[in-house]
């Protein structure tokens, strides 16, 4: 997102609103692991992804030990740099003990020539000991200053990409999955992340599910609504390519999507398989078409200056295009409502201009609309159609009063 106020204090239909100052990344992190000292010395190197897996860090139930993590988080501090983090979970990183020992059930696959064991997400074996490790890891490195941000463990193939590769889904579907169970368990997990690392902004990798954008779109969608996130979550696209011949359908999704944007380059420049035309360069024009406010080359090219211009040039136009924080409201004395509660609905959000009102409400209701800084842009109006064309981009505040309560509502006007 581009636009936003740096801090305010306002009363907002006589309650009180505050603000916390996220910060979000800009421009180039190295990709996985890059803690060479060549990476870590680069001028172009913002900062570092580490992951590890669960497996590496609870190899007995209950007993969590970080030193493998935090050896690679020193290499990258000592360096001034910051760092995001990627625990992998799902068939990749799991600990056996989950579905041995424990007794958690599982889908059993073959991918890539091996066979793995894949938790079920919606087991409740799986989602308490996931929730466990969760917590841990906020408690220990939430108030670090110089974490980035952090990646939602998903129960899929590698465990932090958002794919099922290598599943059969119709005998999937045998053993629990739907889509709705799916949607759901992906946002409770993705909710976790954000009450154990409130500060910070959580990304959601994004893949297609049975071929389809459908689940992924609408994770997506309804975590940006979830106020108790605070627009805090971001899209994770870890496939970007220059090339739009791979989930296209996904890519213009991507495309439209209004919130914040991370990416990580598919592979090493050397690759040229992998990139359109064989061109590395496509990889950056593309994620400045797609709007990714920040983007992860392989550690490879900063250890070997590959492309030193292509890296200065993404970390000069994120700079110029992107904010390196954003807002998030956060009101005392008012129900923050979700699309839907209590008969209410407005929509769309983000808006380009037109706000409309759904209300199963018998009593008439009242909408007025506050900018940032806690002016009044609409008074009051019992129309169910709001016209903002006139307003610059930006956050806005939607107050619908009814004869009981009052709902504040973030919006987020886009042009």
């Not at 910060?23 to 010395?41: D, H, M, Q, R, Y």
């Not at 007995?60 to 983090?85: C, Q, R």
């Not at 990580?264 to 990139?275: A, M």
Request: charged content about 15%.
């Amino acid at each position: 997102m581009r636009l936003f106020c740096t801090s305010f204090a306002l009363l907002l239909c006589g309650l009180s609103l505050n603000a916390q100052i996220i910060e979000k990344p800009l421009g180039c992190f190295a990709g996985t692991n890059g803690t060479n000292s060549n990476v870590i010395s680069h001028p172009d190197a913002r900062g570092v992804l580490l992951t590890e897996k669960w497996s590496n860090i609870e190899s007995t139930p209950g007993v969590i030990d970080f030193t493998l993590l935090d050896n690679k988080i020193n290499i990258v501090k000592s360096a001034g740099l910051k760092y995001a983090i990627a625990i992998s979970v799902g068939a990749f990183g799991s600990p056996a003990w989950l579905t041995g020992t424990l007794g958690a059930d599982h889908f059993d696959f073959e991918y890539q020539g091996q066979n793995w064991v894949l938790p079920l997400w919606w087991d409740a074996i799986v989602e308490e000991r996931l929730d466990a490790l969760i917590s841990a890891l906020g408690e220990q490195y939430a108030s670090d200053t110089l974490l980035s941000h952090v990646y939602v463990s998903q129960m899929t193939v590698n465990g932090i990409e958002g794919h099922l590769n290598g599943v059969d889904m119709a005998a999937f579907a045998l053993s629990g999955f739907s889509n709705e169970q799916w949607i759901a368990c992906a946002k409770a997990t993705a909710l976790k992340f954000g009450e154990a690392f409130p500060s910070k902004p959580i990304v959601f990798e994004i893949h297609e599910i049975d071929r389809d954008t459908i689940v992924p779109a609408t994770i997506i969608n309804d975590l940006v609504n979830e106020e108790s996130l605070c627009e805090r979550i971001g899209l994770g696209m870890w496939w970007i390519s220059g090339k739009t011949s791979y989930q296209p359908d996904l890519i213009t999704y991507i495309s439209n999507f209004q919130g914040d944007k991370y990416a990580q380059v598919i592979g090493r420049s050397d690759q040229v398989e992998r990139f359109q035309d064989g061109l590395y360069s496509t990889v950056f024009t593309q994620a400045k078409m797609l709007g990714i406010r920040y983007l992860e080359p392989w550690p490879y090219e900063f250890q070997n200056h590959t492309y030193d211009s292509l890296l200065q040039d993404f970390n000069s136009w994120t700079d110029l295009n992107f904010s390196p924080s954003d807002t998030c409201a956060v009101l005392s004395g008012v129900v923050f409502s979700s699309q839907g509660s209590q008969g209410i609905t407005i929509y769309p959000n983000p808006t380009s201009g037109y706000l409309f009102l759904k209300t199963t409400a018998i009593t008439e209701t009242e909408i007025s609309v506050y900018n940032a800084t806690g002016r009044m842009v609409i008074p009051p109006t019992i129309q169910k159609e709001l016209n903002m064309t006139h307003l610059p981009k930006g956050v806005y505040f939607v107050a619908i009063k009814t004869r009981d309560s009052t709902i504040i509502k973030k919006i987020l006007k886009t042009n």
